[in-house]
């Protein structure tokens, strides 16, 4: 999304005294500007999105720091349901609601649509749970603390950084306030997606033993999408594809640079 049309977006709330807004642009060609209340910083400097996280972290000075992915939409009173009931003292995280928004009406869409593939009970309802960066807040003492993101990875932060905190004694806290993420609409969308988690859940695993294991078997997924070829259509092809993409990512590496293709291919 175009830095000024979610600099336009982020305008929209409502926020409180020292509040500061802030939308961090990522591309190579990223220049820095003011847009209104919002100003938009430059980060071309390493293609990772919790590079960017960090460097809007380290913009403001609030209590707590709120993270939204750009394509994200949101009501305007998102910060008031946010805090309409005070976090407790040890809670370092507030994960939101994202609910999958079917903009593209095609059959990928509906499917991500139908399995909730962005809500945060994906995350959350598991052993290790964590908040998805698309609408989380993190408590900025806990944030510092822990030394904020890691900056030289591709995906998986935002669980890396909720497992160090928890480790640190900070707790987790659901919040309904929700905001609608666009379902991505094509397949290749979703397979660079799944590849792209896959590399982050491997590199997890190894910081993290435990966390996420891998159960997949690559060849018996793919002969199960080659055996339902002949007869299934687009959707239904999209559960063992994505499960074969997932598992096949695993094998990827997840830091950011070691190959600029890799980088271009799943970003």
């Known amino acids: 999304m175009a830095p000024k049309l979610a600099a336009a977006r982020l305008a929209e709330l409502t926020t409180g005294v020292g509040d500061t807004l802030t939308v961090v642009d990522n591309r190579p060609e990223a220049e820095p500007r003011d847009a209104g209340p919002v100003q938009i910083l430059a980060a071309p ?3 990772s999105s919790y590079y960017a996280r960090n460097r809007g972290a380290a913009a403001g000075k609030a209590e707590w720091l709120l993270f939204l992915d750009a394509d994200v939409q949101f009501d305007a009173d998102l910060l008031d349901r946010l805090f309409a009931t005070s976090p407790a003292t040890d809670t370092g995280v507030l994960a939101g609601t994202v609910v ?3 903009l593209a009406d095609t059959a990928v869409a509906r499917w991500l649509r139908d399995r909730a593939a962005m809500g945060q009970e994906q995350t959350l309802d ?9 609408h989380c807040a993190v408590r900025r003492e806990a944030f510092e603390a822990a030394g904020g ?3 030289d990875i591709r995906s998986g932060g935002d669980a890396d950084l909720c497992f160090r905190l928890a480790a640190r004694g900070w707790g987790l806290e659901r919040r309904d306030a929700s905001v609608r ?3 991505r609409a094509s397949a290749a969308a979703v397979l660079r997606q799944m590849a792209r988690h896959g590399a982050g859940a491997a590199w997890l695993e190894r910081e993290h033993p435990g966390s996420f294991p891998e159960r997949d078997r690559p060849l018996g997924l793919a002969w199960w999408l080659a055996r339902s070829l002949p007869q299934a259509r687009a959707a239904a092809l999209m559960p063992p594809a994505a499960a074969l993409a997932f598992s096949l990512g695993r094998r990827l590496p997840n830091e950011v640079g070691r190959s600029r293709r890799l980088d271009r291919l799943l970003r």
């Not at 598991?126 to 698309?134: G, K, N, V």
């Open 181 to 183: 993420h666009a379902a």
């Open 45 to 47: 400097e390493r293609q």
């Open 100 to 102: 999958d928004e079917v």
């Open 149 to 151: 993101f890691r900056e």
């Open 126 to 134: 598991r052993p290790w749970p964590y908040a998805q960066t698309a």
